[in-house]
């Protein structure tokens, strides 16, 4: 069966640094998406990987190993507003979208 | 980038009444609409997939005459809840993609509360 992997919730420290990670087991694999929700409201895109390595947008970097079904989320100079949850997401062979659970990410002043 | 619209973001129905969810993409064709319902606390759980002009694929456990859903363009996917009930109380999300697009453009969501 198809599974993704992701803590279910964890605390940091504002101003801190968090990586979140997520592994994979899928029928195939066109790339690994990372989203983010706040509570009600609809996921927005952070990052898609699709070729091994880390890929840095501002605050937020996303690495991906596909040998090992292996992704993480880094999230830098945490601020209040990234306390949310965090959603990994890998497209399998048929590009459907496999959804993990979600981490729930609490920063504390 | 590309803008998903949903409607409405709430609803309150009576239970037995029937709740009609729209989902426009608003710069692009979407060929291909997914369809989510979101429990608190819970991830994303896909109920349909629909291509448009054909009939929609049903995951498994989604009942098809309850939930239907309609793509009648590449910028239009209706979900109507049919006869609702206290228990299909959720936040459901569409999602529109072209086909082969590497990126799910989400609309608001609606929050569906049936009392």
């Known amino acids: 069966g198809q599974n993704i992997d992701q803590p279910t919730e964890m605390t940091a420290t504002e101003g801190a640094i968090v990586q979140i990670n997520c592994t994979y087991q899928?029928?195939?694999?066109?790339?690994l998406f990372w989203y983010q929700q706040h509570a009600g409201e609809a996921p927005t895109f952070l990052s898609y990987n699709v070729l091994d390595g880390l890929e840095e947008k501002g605050r937020f970097s996303s690495f991906l190993s596909r040998s090992k079904g292996y992704s993480y989320l880094l999230l830098k100079e945490l601020q209040m507003k990234d306390s949310a949850s965090y959603l990994c997401?890998?497209?399998?062979?048929?590009?459907?979208?496999?959804w993990g659970a979600g981490t729930k990410l609490i920063i504390k002043p | 980038g590309a803008v998903v619209s949903q409607h409405p973001s709430r609803v309150i129905c009576k239970s037995g009444t029937s709740v009609k969810i729209e989902c426009r993409s608003l710069d692009f064709q979407a060929t291909t609409m997914f369809w989510y319902r979101q429990f608190p606390k819970q991830s994303l759980m896909l109920m349909a997939t629909?291509?448009?002009?054909?009939?929609?694929?049903?995951e498994q456990g989604v009942e098809k005459d309850k939930f239907l859903i309609n793509h009648a363009s590449l910028t239009l996917s209706t979900l109507t809840v049919t006869s609702a009930h206290p228990e299909d109380s959720s936040f459901y999300i569409c999602?529109?993609?072209?086909?082969?697009?590497?990126?799910?453009?989400f609309g608001q969501g609606t929050r569906l509360t049936v009392v």
């Open positions: 999602s529109a993609g072209t086909g082969m697009s590497t990126e799910a453009f």
């Open positions: 997401a890998v497209m399998d062979s048929n590009y459907q979208l496999i």
């Open positions: 629909s291509n448009e002009g054909s009939k929609a694929t049903y």
């Open positions: 899928t029928s195939g694999f066109n790339g």
